[in-house]
């Protein structure tokens, strides 16, 4: 099973970033897709969901609105959309599947760093 | 749901350490532990409080009980020097809480 995030980079307060990851070795419709953040000294945060089949997507209260989770079941393939970008986006991104409440796969993440 | 985690820890080779998770009433929730060794993908090292993945070596176990979850590895080695991160999920809504995670440092 791998799971290949891309897109990240270092963009300017307000700037937009897509990222995405490639999920390989696993049935992907069978999985709930998250991202989670995680920046040095504070964790992992949960970022946003999208449900196996794509009807249902989740946020959280600090990136809804301008943040937007999609998936394609064709491709194995799950993005994030990224706008309006602050400095409190910075971290890596990680995106992992699960079928339960725990999450047996992650990528290794993609850096963002938002800077002027 | 906050889960609340010590920064740090730390043991010699062959010692044991345990690492706590504590939130209001977590032994009524369901605790999963993650290694996040730097630059890599987080690993699940013990799910459902105390199971544990095949490929995880017996030296990881987890327990729960009242506020307090734990991850315990006895005969600790230099490979398991990474961040430690306990998760539940969010009863009222489909999303993770993660605890903000102990680094363990191998002396």
């Known amino acids: 099973v791998q799971l290949v995030e891309s897109g990240g980079g270092v963009v300017q307060p307000g700037g937009s970033l897509t990222l995405s990851c490639e999920v390989a070795?696993?049935?992907?419709?069978?999985?709930?897709m998250y991202w989670v953040r995680q920046v040095p000294g504070k964790g992992l945060v949960w970022v946003a969901h999208?449900?196996?089949?794509?009807?249902?997507?989740g946020y959280a209260d600090t990136v809804r609105g301008r943040f937007t989770i999609s998936r394609d079941n064709t491709k194995n393939m799950v993005h994030l959309r990224m706008t309006s970008l602050t400095v409190d986006d910075t971290g890596l991104y990680s995106c992992a599947g699960t079928v339960t409440t725990y999450f047996n796969y992650w990528g290794r993440g993609t850096p963002v760093t938002v800077s002027s | 749901y906050v889960l609340t985690q010590s920064p740090s820890v730390s043991a010699a080779p062959g010692q044991a350490v345990s690492i706590t998770c504590g939130g209001a009433r977590i032994g009524g929730e369901i605790v999963h532990w993650y290694q996040v060794r730097a630059g890599q993908a987080p690993v699940l090292v013990v799910y459902d409080d105390s199971e544990r993945p095949s490929e995880i070596p017996e030296r990881f176990s987890g327990s729960n009980s009242a506020d307090t979850a734990t991850l315990t590895i006895s005969r600790v080695e230099a490979g398991d020097e990474a961040d430690y991160y306990c998760q539940v999920w969010d009863s009222s809504s489909v999303h993770p809480v993660f605890g903000g995670g102990t680094k363990l440092t191998v002396l």
């Open positions: 999208v449900s196996n089949d794509g009807a249902e997507v």
């Open positions: 070795g696993l049935t992907f419709s069978n999985y709930w």
